[in-house]
């Protein structure tokens, strides 16, 4: 981006945010505060939409901007950046920050991968079926970090040495995004999006959410939304048949890893741990009400700075090396959004926008799902599911409230419209194209598939609300 356009960008946000504050509550079409805080949710998506800075800084913009113009108080907002659902992130960081060290990443990864067969339609079934498994364990953008350079290795391997002009790149790191994105609906670990949605959740019920129900509402659209991306990108014409010699490098990078060291055993234990603990939590959750998954995942995480390695010199896991495995940005990301989601409901700005939509004669029968869950999805694909979460599911629960309606089953369809990415360049995908693969053909490739996914989430959102009395009714 030339500076000349980064700076009309950098003007424009505040820019809307004041034409905004002094153009609505003298329209009557609200009063000052919840115009503010309009302003402060279009000054972050254009932002985040146009980039003129890094989306990290945008997501400071609320603690920025309320300590100018005083929209509410401020520790309301600050709690937002150390909240339980931050705490969970960087728990489920510590865990899994050992593992590009010890090599737990790769051998799973290449284990997964071994039986991979030649035809390029088993390179895609097997990349995104990967993907969707691991992406149920542990967020989307780490399972994308660590397929796409074993991807890339093996297309060099292969003999492709230029991966932007590889055509077989396409579809199998295609795969590999898609499938991490599909998989990450799938439970509360598979990104910051649905600790986003969980947070909302909490804040309307006022209880804990138990991570089975989120588990067991979704897994339709999982399983559904699964089986149409893999059946459209192995039907999909390929101009490259097959790779030589895939199934047989896999194989030897695995054998070269050698057996199962200690510390990749204790590793892996403990993320079961926490993984299995977070899912069971209804079972012990009187007994230890305080261990809530956030505080679980913190705790099995802090113990590998406390267990030695094998070498017996250092422990599992050292500062230094949390640091840099750490995903700062998805943390300030992450609270960012629930910050902006605060402003929009202490504004008022949340029940302006509700009031608007409530007047289009909505009846929360199926037009309304239709509109919750592309809404979603086009902020997803302008930004990412975390901002889509942050933007859409406030104004879902104002909408679906002032209607009268039971929000919860809502929020999952808007969250099954919300959890995928395919088109440009940015957030996970981001991985793909910097690891070589053309923007142009991400966005081609990815159009149908972003049409079909959304007619998914619409029909698994429409018909389980239609034929399952529960949906809406939390443990």
């Known amino acids: 981006m030339n500076m000349s356009k980064r700076l009309t960008f950098l003007l424009l946000g505040p820019a809307f ?11 009557g079409l609200t009063d000052l505060t919840a115009a503010k805080g309009l302003g402060v949710a279009v000054w972050m998506i254009f932002w985040w939409v146009t980039r003129p800075v890094d989306i990290t800084v945008t997501a400071l913009l609320p603690a920025i901007v309320n ?44 284990k997964a991968l071994s039986l991979i067969g030649p035809s390029m339609k088993s390179q895609i079934t097997v990349w995104l079926l990967a993907a969707v498994i691991l992406s149920n364990m542990m967020p989307n953008v780490v399972v994308v970090a660590i397929f796409t350079p ?47 949605a969980i947070s909302f959740l909490e804040n309307y019920t006022g209880k804990e959410f138990m991570y089975i129900d989120w588990l067991i509402r979704m897994l339709p659209y999982t399983i559904l939304a699964t089986v149409v991306v893999l059946c459209m990108m192995i039907f999909c014409p390929m101009k490259v048949n097959s790779l030589s010699g895939t199934k047989e490098y896999f194989e030897k990078c695995y054998a070269e890893l050698g057996p199962m060291k200690k510390d990749e055993k204790i590793s892996l234990v403990l993320f ?9 939590r209804p079972l012990y959750a009187d007994l230890l009400p305080g261990l ?104 879902v629960i104002g909408v679906t409230e002032k209607l009268g309606l039971n929000p919860i089953p809502y929020i999952f369809t808007a969250a099954m419209g919300m959890n995928y990415e395919s088109l440009l360049p940015v957030s996970v995908r981001a991985i793909s194209v910097g690891y070589g693969l053309d923007p142009d053909k991400l966005m081609k490739q990815g159009f149908p598939i972003t049409l079909a996914r959304v007619c998914v989430a619409i029909l698994v959102g429409f018909v389980t609300m239609q034929i399952w009395p529960g949906f809406g009714v939390l443990s």
């Open 17 to 27: 945010y004041f034409i905004l504050v002094f153009a609505l509550p003298g329209a």
């Open 67 to 110: 300590a100018l113009f005083d929209i509410m108080p401020m520790e309301n907002i600050i709690s937002q950046y150390s909240s339980s659902s931050i705490i969970l992130i960087f728990g489920s960081c510590l865990l899994t920050a050992p593992w590009s060290e010890i090599g737990l990443d790769r051998r799973i990864s290449l």
């Open 150 to 196: 074993i991807a890339v290795s093996m297309l060099v391997a292969a003999g492709y040495d230029d991966i932007s002009k590889c055509e077989p790149a396409v579809p199998i790191l295609c795969a590999i995004a898609w499938g991490s994105q599909v998989g990450g609906a799938g439970t509360p670990l598979g990104g910051a999006m649905n600790v986003t």
């Open 272 to 280: 079961i741990i926490a993984m299995l603990g977070s899912f069971v």
């Open 292 to 395: 809530v998954p956030a505080y679980l995942f913190l705790f099995l995480g802090c113990l590998n700075f406390v267990i030695v390695a094998a070498n017996k010199k250092d422990m599992l896991l050292s500062w230094d090396t949390a640091q840099r495995e750490v995903m700062w940005g998805m943390l300030l990301l992450f609270a960012g959004g629930l910050a902006l989601g605060q402003i929009l409901t202490y504004s008022g700005a949340n029940d302006a926008i509700a009031g608007v939509i409530a007047g289009m004669n909505l009846t929360g029968g199926f037009g309304t799902i239709v509109i919750f869950a592309v809404f979603a999805s086009v902020i997803s694909e302008m930004t990412n599911s975390t901002v889509s979460a942050a933007v859409t599911l406030p104004i």
